[in-house]
């Protein structure tokens, strides 16, 4: 498994060279705010790793490895995304806490986390009951099966 800064190497590598195919270690350093000598620093161990392309003073590109490990990182944010604000944290606190986060969940967890979200993305309604119990629940502390028992509420 790759280190957190690693991790964010490869996946900002991948964001800046999706248009043009690559990108340059000016752009890498000042989007992660690091010393472009501590970006190349970095490079110089992805490319030893075999997940980039680093010509020095010209280009940085991912090798289809890094590519795949970049993709793999940028769904699994955007899952954690997702997950969150089904939670209904606000998505951009929802986009700070995956960041944090992505990196030391276990592909274990990671699975059954995507397999929530799609589970919950794929419900035959679009609002879940238990979904729409859980939010009231967030917003008034108290399980809407408890305050009314009647047989017009099924929960």
Known sequence: MMGKRSEDYLEKIYELSRDKGYTRIKEISKELNVKPASASEMMRKLSELGY???????????????????????????MLVRFLTTLGIPENIAEEDACLI?????????????????FVENSPEINPRWLRHFREFCEKGVHPCDKIRTKTLVC
Not at 52 to 78: D, M, P, Q, W
Not at 102 to 118: D, I, S, Y
């Open 52 to 78: 980039i392309v680093y010509k020095k003073r010209l280009f940085v590109t991912l090798t289809e490895k890094g590519r795949k490990v970049a993709e793999s990182i940028r769904e699994r944010r955007e």
């Open 102 to 118: 992505e990196h030391v969940l276990n592909p274990e967890t990671v699975k059954q986390l995507k397999n929530f979200v799609k």
